[in-house]
C-alpha cells in the first residue's frame, strides 16, 4: 500500500502550563513535496514539527509518519524516517569534533568503516564543509552559520525521508542563505520547511501553510498567498520583499508621484 510521508489528522496539543498551541490540525503531504510552513512568533510551528519525529507525542488527533502512527513504540523508526533540524544548532551538536558529530546519527543507526565514512563526507560535501579541514574543528568554537551548517549534515548524513526544518536561513549569511535554498531545491526529499523567511519560502515551495494561534488559517499555493498583503498582516506576517508594493504608491498614489519627481533629477545626475 502507497502511503504519505506525513498524515496529520485532528491534531490538537496544551502545553502543561495551559498554553493551547495546536487546535484541529489536518495537514496531508505528499511523496517529494516541498511545504513552507509559515505564521508569526508563537502560532505553533515548532510544536508542529516537533509532533514529526515524535519529540512532542499527540494529545488529540494523530500524526502518522510513512506507515507508523506516531507514538513510543515506533520511535526508532519514525526518526530514521523523519530528520529534524532545530532552529537553534546549539540545541543539536553535542560532540566534540564536526566529524563526529555528524558521524553520530548514522553510527547510531548502525553504519561503519567505510560505508559510514562515505555517507558522512557525503553529507559534508552537501551542505559545502571542507572535510579535511573542517571535520578535526571543535563544534563550539563555530560560528552560528557553521554550526547551522554542521547540523544539517547530521541530519542529510542518516539519509531520512523527510526533511523537517525550523528556520532553516536564520543565522546565515546571505552567500551561505544562497547555498542553502540551492542545496534544499536539488534534495529529492520531502521537506516541510517553517521560516519567516518569506522569501525563501517563495523559492523553494509551490505550497505554503499559514499557522495562526495554533490553526491553519491557509493551505494551498504559495504564490497566491504571497500575494494577499491583507491576509498576511490580517495574521501578523509581512509580504515577502520580492512582492512588497510601494504602499505609498498604492495608498497615497499622489504624495508618491510628488516625491518621485522631486527625486528624478537626483537620479538623473547620476
Ligand atoms: N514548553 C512550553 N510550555 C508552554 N508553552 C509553550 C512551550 N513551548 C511553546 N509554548 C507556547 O506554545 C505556542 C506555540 O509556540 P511555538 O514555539 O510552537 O511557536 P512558533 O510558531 O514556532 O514560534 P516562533 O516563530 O517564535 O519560533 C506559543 O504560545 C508558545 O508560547
Same mark, same amino acid.
Given at each position: ?104 546519527? #548514522? ?52 539519509? &531520512? ?6 528556520? #532553516? ?18 534534495? #529529492? ?64 498614489? &499622489? ?16
Amino acid at each position: 500500500m502507497h502511503h504519505n510521508p506525513v498524515t496529520i489528522t485532528n491534531l490538537s496539543y496544551t502545553y502543561p502550563d495551559g498554553t493551547q498551541a495546536l487546535m484541529g490540525i489536518n495537514l496531508f503531504i505528499k511523496p517529494g513535496e516541498r511545504v513552507a510552513l509559515i505564521g508569526a512568533n508563537g502560532s505553533g510551528k515548532s510544536t508542529l514539527q516537533y509532533h514529526l519525529n515524535g519529540i512532542i507525542l499527540p494529545q488529540e488527533g494523530e500524526v502518522i509518519i510513512g506507515e507508523w502512527v506516531v507514538k513510543p513504540e515506533n520511535l526508532r523508526e519514525i526518526r530514521n524516517f523523519v530528520g529534524l533540524v532545530f532552529q537553534n544548532p546549539d540545541n543539536q551538536l553535542f560532540m566534540p569534533t564536526v566529524w563526529e558529530d555528524v558521524a553520530f546519527g #548514522p553510527m547510531n543507526l548502525g553504519l561503519r568503516d567505510r560505508e559510514l565514512k562515505e555517507q558522512v563526507l557525503q553529507a559534508m560535501v552537501a551542505v559545502d564543509i571542507d572535510p579535511e579541514w573542517y571535520g578535526q574543528r571543535n563544534t563550539d568554537n563555530l560560528s552560528g552559520g557553521e554550526k547551522k551548517r554542521v547540523a544539517i549534515a547530521g541530519v542529510l548524513a542518516m539519509k &531520512p525521508q523527510v526533511l523537517v526544518f525550523d528556520e #532553516p536561513s536564520a543565522q546565515l549569511d546571505p552567500r551561505s542563505r544562497r547555498q542553502l535554498i540551492d542545496l534544499l531545491q536539488t534534495l #529529492p526529499l520531502t521537506q516541510l520547511i517553517a521560516t519567516h523567511d518569506l522569501d525563501l519560502a517563495l523559492e523553494l515551495c509551490s505550497r505554503t501553510v499559514v499557522l495562526s494561534r495554533g490553526q491553519i488559517v491557509f493551505d494551498g499555493q504559495t504564490e497566491k498567498v504571497m500575494n494577499d498583503s491583507e491576509f498576511l498582516r490580517a495574521h501578523a506576517l509581512e509580504p515577502p520583499l520580492s512582492y512588497s508594493r510601494p504602499y505609498c504608491c498604492i495608498e497615497h498614489a &499622489p504624495s508618491y508621484q510628488s516625491r518621485a519627481s522631486i527625486q528624478q533629477p537626483v537620479v538623473k545626475n547620476l
